[in-house]
């Protein structure tokens, strides 16, 4: 039941000692304000390096030729290991948990490219068309390189948006045909990808056209491919599986760990996960502290103001007060005050990740960083119930000094100075 008394003797105290209740509100107020933004930072960072890794599926692997650095069975040191067709077509028949594979290749020598008057320096990769399944990006115009393109040796290729705003600055790229080392290849498609530093400018064409045309035999630079359905034990053997085969297939130790290089996504992804699991467990941490801080604030100031109320409480008492209504006065200011500083700073808190996530800020005063942070938020459920949490804390840190309060002698209190 409302007790509008109570309510205006409670005010009337705030009002009496206003910077003191500021102060513990505004430690309550930080803490709450802390908890969310930093909760909801460490969300947007979450997010933001989910959203950039995820150019790679979560479940590929990549294999890369390095250089021995022991001899071995007459392979000398330092010798370099040179993937090629021969060891995609053997993965793809030893390794049974395979979806997709693809081999990236290269393009000896210089790397000009040009459309009329314009030209460009831009990083032009051979693959297969199973590419798209290990490798997200999006298709924005026409269409991806396909198995006709490949089997039959066509001069197509796929352009990131970024090279098509250097080439066709004023027209459309689909159809036409760009020079790359004075050979022309038509454009089918346009895609977009995000990266680490924003200055991705990659174009695709059929790996059979560069091995053919481009003297480069059947060599290749990188071997991806996906897995099905496989734990990070079971993918760990198959890294043993990959480096087994190839030391075979290339004569170098299986103890030469840089003889290749196997970069396995599955092991990251879990890496990835645990890092910002342990972020979220340091955050609450600190959030914790600092509300805790916030609440020994509101145990400090109860017990300062039972020691100032002190003839007063037992002047209640003495003309019948009773001790649940002496509680229930110290209880319900304890209350309020923990329960309007945890809105406020909760309000706040959420406000500013919304004025971050609204107003692009991140991107704005440093742009490098916003790749890596997006759309910070916070759970509402944790946040409410984060706040919920510190007004029951906070009516614990008054609930001792109200019952010390109920606990004094009206004769004691009388002859308190």
Do not use: C
């Not at 206003?18 to 309550?28: D, I, M, N």
């Not at 038509?186 to 091995?211: C, E, H, L």
């Not at 003297?215 to 734990?231: E, G, K, Q, W, Y």
């Not at 890092?275 to 509101?298: A, D, M």
Request: without cysteine.
């Amino acid at each position: 039941m409302f007790d509008r008394d109570k309510w205006n003797e409670i005010f009337s105290t705030i009002r009496k000692n206003k910077t003191r209740t500021f102060l513990t509100g505004f430690s309550v107020a930080t803490g709450i304000f802390m908890l969310i933004f930093l909760l909801g930072a460490g969300r947007g960072l979450r997010n933001g390096m989910k959203d950039v890794f995820a150019q790679d599926a979560t479940n590929s692997m990549q294999i890369y030729g390095g250089r021995t650095t022991k001899a071995y069975k007459g392979t000398p040191e330092g010798k370099r290991i040179q993937m090629k067709n021969a060891d995609l077509l053997s993965l793809k028949k030893s390794i049974e948990k395979m979806d997709a594979i693809s081999a990236m290749s290269y393009i000896p020598g210089a790397e000009v490219i040009s459309y009329k008057d314009n030209f460009g320096n831009f990083n032009v990769s051979p693959i297969h068309d199973t590419y798209q399944e290990i490798t997200n990006f999006d298709i924005l115009k026409g269409r991806f390189l396909n198995k006709k393109d490949i089997k039959g040796y066509r001069k197509v290729v796929i352009i990131q948006d970024e090279v098509e705003k250097v080439l066709f600055p004023k027209e459309a790229a689909i159809g036409k045909y760009i020079n790359i080392n004075k050979i022309k290849f038509k454009v089918v498609g346009v895609f977009s990808k995000k990266d680490f530093d924003g200055n991705s400018r990659d174009i695709y064409i059929p790996i059979t056209v560069a091995q053919k045309i481009f003297n480069n035999n059947d060599h290749v630079r990188r071997i991806s491919f996906t897995l099905n359905d496989v734990s990070l034990e079971e993918s760990k053997e198959i890294e043993k599986q990959i480096t087994y085969q190839m030391a075979a297939r290339h004569n170098f130790s299986r103890e030469d760990k840089n003889a290749l290089w196997i970069q396995n996504s599955i092991e990251q992804s879990k890496g990835f996960a645990d890092l910002f699991s342990g972020i979220e467990k340091f955050v609450w941490i600190i959030g914790v502290f600092t509300i805790l801080l916030g609440v020994i604030g509101v145990f400090n100031i109860m017990m300062i103001v039972v020691k100032e109320r002190t003839k007063e409480i037992g002047i209640r008492k003495a003309i019948g007060a009773s001790p649940i209504s002496v509680v229930s006065l110290v209880l319900m200011e304890a209350i309020f005050i923990t329960a309007a500083s945890g809105y406020v700073g909760l309000i706040a808190g959420v406000g500013l990740l919304e004025t971050i996530s609204k107003f692009n800020l991140i991107e704005k005063l440093y742009p490098p960083a916003a790749i890596y942070f997006l759309n910070p938020q916070v759970d509402m459920g944790i946040a409410i119930g984060a706040t919920i949490v510190l007004v029951i804390t906070g009516a614990l840190a008054g609930f001792f000094p109200a019952r010390r309060a109920a606990s004094i002698r009206p004769i004691e209190a009388l002859r308190d100075e």
